[in-house]
């Protein structure tokens, strides 16, 4: 496999199709990671996640994602949901879109989040492996095969271009 790093780029707004609705990931008494859906395009695959995290946990992700306004802080570190893709002879990590937590939660006691991931191919295999971690906020990595079938868009199916 050659190793690839997925961009944090918007999905086209229009003309997708959902090919696998939510499927539960991860479920602890204060955390719950799930996949919500995965969208083929003609041009790739936005992958849409929601996490939740209640008491201690949410804070701590809170802390890890919260706005690093000193440049000179040298102690200063941010992290979030690390998302591993395999997809045909490509590995490598997503960088999310809108890495945000969703608004009016502070001091809630509910971190929620629900970042996209844009895949700009569709798996001529029909499947992509995926690893989803955070260790800082003690969600352990987990893989898993996400099967998609053949692509909706078959004049797209195994093309180079986008790679």
Known sequence: MRR??????????????????GMPIAAEKDLALELSAATAFASGLALRFTLCVTGVRADFARYET??????GD???????????????????FADPFHPTPDS????????????????????TTG?????????QVG???ASFTLTLGPSPFPTTSGSQAHR
């Not at 690839?4 to 609705?21: D, E």
């Not at 919260?66 to 440049?71: A, E, K, Q, S």
């Not at 040298?74 to 490598?92: E, K, N, P, R, T």
């Open 4 to 21: 690839h790093r997925w961009p944090a780029l918007a999905p086209p707004t229009t003309g997708g199709i959902v090919v696998h609705t």
């Open 66 to 71: 919260r706005p690093l306004t000193d440049p």
């Open 74 to 92: 040298w102690s200063a570190q941010w992290s979030y949901l690390v998302v591993h893709i395999g997809a045909d002879d490509l590995d490598g």
């Open 104 to 123: 009016g939660q502070e001091g809630s006691g509910l971190y929620r989040t629900t970042p996209q991931y844009w895949i700009r191919t569709y798996p």
């Open 127 to 135: 499947s992509l492996t995926v690893t989803t971690g955070w260790p």
């Open 139 to 141: 969600l352990h990595p």
